[in-house]
């Protein structure tokens, strides 16, 4: 038995990892897939000027990205699309919600649609208009809502 350490994982390196975690865990739950969503606002050649992806599993939803363009901000273009993919994250069946955001990002916003926070992950990533030597750093929320 060894121990490799590596900056690049194969593909083939993470999915026997995941192979073996998912043997794990069917014995405890029942085999689940995650489902893409996507829900974009498009101009009309095509171009993305807002969008959110996520995913959905068992009783959650994970918003994995949420971006509007700054020419669309203050339009409740964002709050049609956490609208939308709520909508269809229950229509899958989903309870719950999850999503998280940099100190910089959008904890605000969040919190006006029901998301409370759960969890603060301090001094996590530096600001790089910051000096070198000071102590400034963003923090990264996580942030859940239960869908009534």
């Given amino acids: 038995?060894?121990?490799?350490?590596t900056a690049a994982p194969t593909e083939q390196?993470?999915?026997q990892i995941k192979t073996g975690m998912r043997q794990f865990n069917s014995r405890f739950i029942p085999q689940q897939k995650l489902r893409a969503l996507?829900?974009?606002v498009e101009d009309d050649n095509g171009d993305k000027l807002a969008g959110?992806?996520?995913e959905t599993v068992g009783n959650w939803m994970y918003i994995q990205v949420l971006w509007v363009d700054e020419s669309l901000r203050?339009?409740?273009?964002?709050?049609?699309?956490i609208q939308e993919a709520e909508e269809e994250a229950k229509a899958?069946?989903?309870?719950?919600?999850?999503?998280d955001t940099l100190s910089f990002q959008a904890r605000p916003f969040y919190e006006r649609m029901g998301y409370?926070?759960?969890l603060a992950l301090e001094d996590y990533v530096a600001d790089i208009r910051a000096p070198a030597d000071a102590p400034s750093a963003h923090t990264r929320y996580y942030l859940?809502?239960?869908f009534v």
């Fill in 144 to 146: 859940t809502k239960r």
């Fill in 74 to 81: 203050g339009q409740d273009v964002g709050t049609q699309l």
């Fill in 1 to 5: 038995m060894k121990t490799r350490i």
């Fill in 116 to 118: 409370s926070m759960q």
């Fill in 38 to 40: 996507g829900i974009f």
């Fill in 52 to 54: 959110i992806v996520a």
């Fill in 13 to 15: 390196d993470i999915e």
């Fill in 92 to 99: 899958r069946g989903c309870r719950y919600s999850l999503v």
